[in-house]
């Protein structure tokens, strides 16, 4: 059974920041916070991931709630190739628990 | 440089008809995995192997199989397939079971 809630699309404008969603309000302590997109017709790619602090790599940042009942994909300036499904995912120990993702639909 | 290698990309089987994807990855990870998405839906973890051991989930159809000769390859073997096993099979693999995993862009299999 999925532990997150995404919204299922949304729109944003290319060069713009884009911020997804994604509540897990019944997360463990020990649960890890994943974020993976899937462009059509290829697999998944890792974007990030988290347990309680903020993280930042050169593709997204992070920002999951002081309480952990939710957290924010932010892609800082959306591109076209950035058009995908973004998957919002909780890790506990070896298992994905994917949710049913959001699709994003970057805009020129 | 792909580094999780999937083949072929598209594959038709038969109704019943034995059938086997591949899958082989330059990475040397320990963990490699099998996953079934369907349209519109999330990828399913099928069952995975941490080096030589073979962890099936439970609900798992006993129609699929695996095998992992060596650390490089991985296969997916479905024994019977029926018209519900169409789908998109993904593999990936990881370092280590509590590790980000990377996906190969995943064989798209139709059964007639």
């Known amino acids: 059974d999925a532990k997150t809630t995404q919204p299922p699309s949304m729109d944003c404008a290319e060069g713009r920041a884009a911020n997804l969603p994604c509540n897990h309000s019944t997360i463990s302590g020990n649960e890890y916070v994943y974020w993976y997109r899937q462009i059509h017709s290829q697999g998944p790619q890792y974007i990030i991931h988290g347990l309680k602090n903020n993280e930042t790599n050169e593709m997204a940042s992070l920002i999951i709630t002081e309480d952990r009942k939710s957290s924010t994909l932010i892609l800082p300036h959306a591109t076209l190739r950035d058009t995908a499904v973004y998957y919002c995912i909780v890790r506990l120990y070896r298992k994905l628990i994917w949710g049913l993702g959001t699709s994003l639909a970057v805009n020129p | 440089d792909a580094m999780v290698i999937q083949n072929p990309r598209y594959q038709v089987t038969q109704f019943g008809k034995p059938v086997t994807l591949s899958c082989s990855q330059t990475l040397n990870h320990n963990v490699m995995y099998w996953y079934q998405q369907k349209s519109s839906q999330a990828p399913k973890l099928l069952f995975h192997?941490?080096?030589?051991?073979?962890?099936n989930e439970a609900d798992t159809p006993d129609n699929f199989q695996s095998r992992r000769p060596n650390t490089s390859f991985c296969f997916l073997d479905i024994r019977s397939p029926g018209l519900g096993d169409a789908a998109m099979y993904l593999c990936?693999?990881?370092?280590?079971?509590?590790?980000?995993?990377?996906f190969g862009d995943g064989t798209r299999l139709s059964i007639l």
């Open positions: 192997y941490y080096d030589k051991d073979f962890n």
């Open positions: 990936a693999t990881s370092r280590a079971e509590n590790q980000p995993q990377h």
